[in-house]
Each structure stands twice: as structure tokens, then as C-alpha cells.
T-cell receptor, first 110, second 115 residues
Framework: KNEVEQSPQNLTAQEGEFITINCSYS?????LHWLQQHPGGGIVSLFMLSSGKKKHGRLIATINIQEKHSSLHITASHPRDSAVYIC????????????FGTGTLLAVQP | KAGVTQTPRYLIKTRGQQVTLSCSPI?????VSWYQQTPGQGLQFLFE???????NKGNFPGRFSGRQFSNSRSEMNVSTLELGDSALYLCASSRGTGTGAYEQYFGPGTRLTVT
């Protein structure tokens, strides 16, 4: 079993829909990262969180440390949101190692 | 502030050869982590360097090595290339001074193809 599990693996939505991507992990962490990867490879960090909730524009990320679960929400989705969304956890300690989920491929259709 | 840069962006090598990839972190960042991304295994941690010292290493064979220079630039080397080494190699930099979590900033990656 992978240490970081994401669901769903693939998601197709219509423009304007509310989207939720889930991430569960089985290790102790100091933080959880949500990353976005567009075709071509570049990875952008969306959120880093260790408790509670963060919001940037139409994106919201939440984490429940006790349940070892995080969600990424996209409100009013748009075709430009189409990308792979990756959950990654930092297991802590004096290092910056990340353990990654397998990613969620999101396609938002106009 | 300039972002993380990686050179070269694309590389084609033959089995048995060796390759060196370079990563220049954001100015002021002293931690550089390297990751391998393949369709089959996804993203996997290779190693992390901080102030010229390797702080952590992933589960990769000894053919994969790296180093970091005094200006925080980092290189990774893969010797005796195998077909399975074909991947996107990403580096990420962070302030990462000690324990605790730090945001990581990713470079554009080097796409290595081994034929």
C-alpha cells in the first residue's frame, strides 16, 4: 500500500463545477503539499499546510491531521484548471524529502 | 527573483553512457532536492543536499549520485545508463535550514531519454 493515496485518479468536469480531490496518508508528517503539473512537466506549488484550511483565489485546501486526510477543492472550475494535481507529504526531520501520491488528472471541459 | 533553473532541458543518451544534470536554486536557498518522474513509478525522491552535504537519499542504486557546490548549485550524475533511467528529472530548492516544513520550488526539469 502506498504511503500517500489520492482519489480519484481521473476526473472530468464541466466548466463551472465544484471539484474535490482527496488525499490520504499513512505516515507522520510535518506538512502536506498540493502541487499542480501541466503537460510539459513544470510543477507549481499550490499549498503547503500543516493544519486547518488555506485559500488562494478559487482553490481551497484543507487538512485533518487526526484522520490523516486532506482535500483540494476548486470552485467554479475553468478549462485552464486542467492539469495533474499531486498530493505530497513531508515526513519531517532535518530534511526536505517529499513522498508523492500518484496524482489526479483533471480535465475541465468548456 | 529568478526561479530554479535546470540544464539541459532535454538529453538523449545511449545505454552504458553517463550523464550529468545541473540545477541552480533560487538565490538564498541552500537546500536542493532531486526527484525522478516516470509514467510507471510517478515521482520519487532521489536525494537532498544542504550546504554541500547530502542529508537524505532515496531508494535508488549507487549509479545515481549527486553533489552540491558552495554556491548551492547542485549536480546529479547517473552512470552506466539503463533504458529504465529514461525519465523527467526535477530539482526543487527551499530555504530548508532545519527541522520543520519548507515550501519547495521546482525547476522545469530535464527530460532524459536513454536509447
Amino acid at each position: 500500500k502506498n504511503e500517500v493515496e489520492q482519489s480519484p485518479q481521473n476526473l472530468t468536469a464541466q466548466e463551472g463545477e465544484f471539484i474535490t480531490i482527496n488525499c490520504s496518508y499513512s505516515v507522520g508528517i510535518s506538512a502536506l503539499h498540493w502541487l499542480q503539473q501541466h503537460p510539459g512537466g513544470g510543477i507549481v506549488s499550490l499549498f503547503m499546510l500543516s493544519s486547518g484550511k488555506k485559500k488562494h483565489g478559487r482553490l481551497i485546501a484543507t487538512i485533518n491531521i487526526q484522520e490523516k486526510h486532506s482535500s483540494l477543492h476548486i470552485t467554479a472550475s475553468h478549462p485552464r484548471d486542467s492539469a495533474v494535481y499531486i498530493c505530497a507529504v513531508d515526513p519531517g526531520g532535518a530534511t526536505n524529502k517529499l513522498i508523492f501520491g500518484t496524482g489526479t488528472l483533471l480535465a475541465v471541459q468548456p | 527573483k529568478a526561479g530554479v533553473t535546470q540544464t539541459p532541458r532535454y538529453l538523449i543518451k545511449t545505454r552504458g553512457q553517463q550523464v550529468t544534470l545541473s540545477c541552480s536554486p533560487i538565490s538564498g536557498h541552500r537546500s536542493v532536492s532531486w526527484y525522478q518522474q516516470t509514467p510507471g513509478q510517478g515521482l520519487q525522491f532521489l536525494f537532498e543536499y544542504f550546504s554541500e552535504t547530502q542529508r537524505n537519499k532515496g531508494n535508488f542504486p549507487g549509479r545515481f549520485s549527486g553533489r552540491q557546490f558552495s554556491n548551492s548549485r547542485s549536480e546529479m550524475n547517473v552512470s552506466t545508463l539503463e533504458l529504465g533511467d529514461s525519465a523527467l528529472y526535477l530539482c526543487a530548492s527551499s530555504r530548508g535550514t532545519g527541522t520543520g516544513a519548507y515550501e519547495q520550488y521546482f525547476g522545469p526539469g530535464t527530460r532524459l531519454t536513454v536509447t
